[in-house]
Structure formats: structure tokens, C-alpha cells
């Protein structure tokens, strides 16, 4: 037998030369949940290892992450009932405190990269990433007032902006309203190919953002995140967020998605992200916490198979957790 796979992995020293993927603590990315309000620390029932927190419990934690060397956070407002409407306009308020409180962050923490979220589902009465009106979602309309939010995150010291809402058109129309600003550094991430997926569930109950039940609103986002069933789709997002100015192609979900992330890391040559979401989170840790699952095997065999797929940048709720053992070995 002149081939003997089995001889390069004979000892550890042997396993570590010829690893190919190695997750490092640079990939990760944390998600935060902000609230208003002083002191609140809210555990998230469907997903446990995730918390709604006031700005000042977002600071405290930051500074944990920082610690442990994650650098990277993706942050996302829950707005209360009273400040939504169907026109999202708290989205467009100079007094948004979602904005006020990046400002905080990069003021104590001005090293770090922010990353926003821009949709309008945190602030629509109906509940969905775009304006409504006679039961559709409408489009362009809609990216108007994302761009606007683009420039107001910006201003408040967003990093990065993360378009979450899936219009045609808002790469394009949010890059030129950035440099039309003077904010050519500020970057973007795309949720280029978003599905429209069941593995969003906890998130929707975290930020309580999911479609309203109504006659007149969809119920599902189906006519804006994209066909789980659909690949070829995913490359044209791709090829119109590239041209269209975007600094990171993101997949979402992950890890029912691995072969899109595989076919825009071998087609393109912008990073690719993604996201491993509410939902892909909250089973793994169901399953670790049941004891069918060993968590500290299972957690970063998930993400590293996430970096073999071609994802850098990894939004995981797990990234505190990782980087903890990362820092341990
Ligand atoms: C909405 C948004 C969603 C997530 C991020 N931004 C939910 C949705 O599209 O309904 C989901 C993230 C997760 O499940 O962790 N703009």
C-alpha cells in the first residue's frame, strides 16, 4: 500500500502541519441585543446564551469580549411597541436611541469594529424588513429610507453597516448616499443571499419583530428573502452586490447553507460572511445542554466547518464562548 491517508494523522504534532482550517478568534463576530433602559440583563428563553441588554450591561459586556479578544460586534435594537408605526419612522428619528447608544460604544470603545443593522422590521408596526401598503412590500420606497438610516448610523460611528432586509437596489443607493456624506471608509455588509428560513424563530422572539398577524400583511418574508430551495439566485445577488459596492457578501443561514457559501467564496473576490443564526444556535445548545451533545467538541467543530466552507467572518452566538476556549488552549 504505497497510500496511507492514516500517516498524516499519527500524532498531534503530524495532525497540526497538515491541518488546512484553523478558527481563530479574529472570525468571530458578537451579536447584541439592546434595550432601552438602565441595569437589564434579560435572558432570551429561546436562546439562552444570548441577552437583551440596556446600553450600560452592553458596555460591560464588550468589555468581556474585548478581553477574551473578540473585537468585532453586529448590534441590533429592540424598539418598544409604542415607538412603532407603519411607516418605521422611529428608524428615521434623530433621537433613535439605538444611535445614541453607538455613539457610547465608539466613544469608550473606539478600536473596535460596530456593525449595524439596517431593516425596517425592529420598527414597523407590521412587523417586516420594508413598508407595507396594499399588502405588499414595496421596494424602492423602502430603500429611500434605508439609505437614510445609512447616514444617520454612520454619523452615530457604525463601522460597517449590515443592509438585513433584503430590497433590490440598497447596496448601490446606500454606497452613494455614504460618499455623497463623505463616509467612503464607512463599509458594508451585505446579507446577500438571506433566505427566507425557519431558523429564525429566537431572534424574532428576542427583538419581538416577527410579521404581524393582519389580513392585509404577509405573514411569511417570502417575497423578499430568498427560496431555500434556489443557488443560482444566490449568485446574482452576489454579482449585484459586488458591482454594486459591497465590502463583504453575506450567507444566512449557515450552516443549511454551506454550499452557498462554498459557490460565492469560489466565485467572488470580496470576503465572505456569515451568519449562524438564532435558530442553528439554539438547537446546538439544546442538544449540549440535554447531554447528547458535547458542547466544547460540538461548538467549534460547527464554526470551523463554517471557515472550511470560505466564510472569514462568522456571526455566531457562540463567539464568547469560543473565544473563551480558544484563549484556554
Ligand atoms: C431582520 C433580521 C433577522 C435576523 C437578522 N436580521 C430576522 C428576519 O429576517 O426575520 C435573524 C438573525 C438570527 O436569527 O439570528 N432584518
Not at 189 to 194: E, G, I
Not at 285 to 307: D, F, H, Q, R
Request: charged residues 25%.
Amino acid at each position: 500500500m504505497y497510500r496511507r491517508p492514516r500517516r498524516n494523522r499519527v500524532s498531534n504534532a503530524v495532525r497540526s502541519m497538515v491541518q488546512e482550517t484553523q478558527l481563530v478568534v479574529g472570525n468571530l463576530i458578537q451579536p447584541l441585543f439592546l434595550v432601552e433602559g438602565n441595569n437589564v440583563k434579560d435572558q432570551i428563553s429561546s436562546l439562552p446564551m444570548a441577552y437583551r441588554m440596556s446600553l450600560d450591561m452592553i458596555l460591560v459586556e464588550i468589555g468581556e469580549c474585548r478581553n477574551l479578544g473578540i473585537d468585532k460586534f453586529i448590534m441590533f435594537p429592540k424598539i418598544n411597541d409604542e415607538l412603532k408605526d407603519k411607516e418605521a419612522s422611529y428608524a428615521l428619528s434623530e433621537d433613535n436611541y439605538y444611535l445614541s447608544a453607538a455613539q457610547t460604544i465608539k466613544d469608550r470603545f473606539p478600536d473596535i469594529c460596530l456593525i449595524s443593522d439596517i431593516a425596517l422590521d425592529p420598527y414597523s408596526s407590521d412587523g417586516h424588513d420594508g413598508i407595507v401598503r396594499d399588502g405588499k412590500i414595496v421596494n424602492d420606497e423602502t430603500v429611500e429610507k434605508l439609505a437614510s438610516m445609512a447616514i444617520l448610523q454612520a454619523k452615530a460611528g457604525f463601522d460597517i453597516l449590515g443592509p438585513s432586509d433584503m430590497m433590490d437596489g440598497r447596496i448601490a443607493a446606500i454606497r452613494v448616499a455614504l460618499d455623497d456624506e463623505s463616509f467612503e471608509d464607512v463599509g458594508i455588509m451585505s446579507y446577500t443571499a438571506k433566505y427566507a428560513s425557519a431558523y429564525y424563530g429566537p431572534f424574532r422572539d428576542a427583538l419581538d419583530s416577527a410579521p404581524v398577524e393582519d389580513d392585509n400583511i404577509p405573514k411569511d418574508k417570502l417575497s423578499y428573502q430568498m427560496n431555500p430551495a434556489n443557488n443560482k439566485e444566490a449568485m446574482l445577488e452576489a454579482e449585484l452586490d459586488l458591482m454594486e459596492g459591497a465590502d463583504f457578501l453575506m450567507v444566512k443561514p449557515a450552516l443549511n447553507y454551506l454550499d452557498i457559501i462554498k459557490v460565492l467564496h469560489d466565485n467572488f473576490e470580496i470576503p465572505i460572511a456569515a451568519y449562524h443564526v438564532s435558530g442553528e444556535c439554539a438547537m446546538l445548545y439544546a442538544a449540549c445542554k440535554n447531554g447528547w451533545l458535547n458542547m466544547e467538541k460540538a461548538v467549534p467543530e460547527t464554526l470551523l466547518s463554517i471557515k472550511r466552507a470560505g466564510a472569514s467572518a462568522i456571526i455566531t452566538y457562540f463567539s464568547k464562548y469560543v473565544a473563551d476556549q480558544l484563549k484556554r488552549r
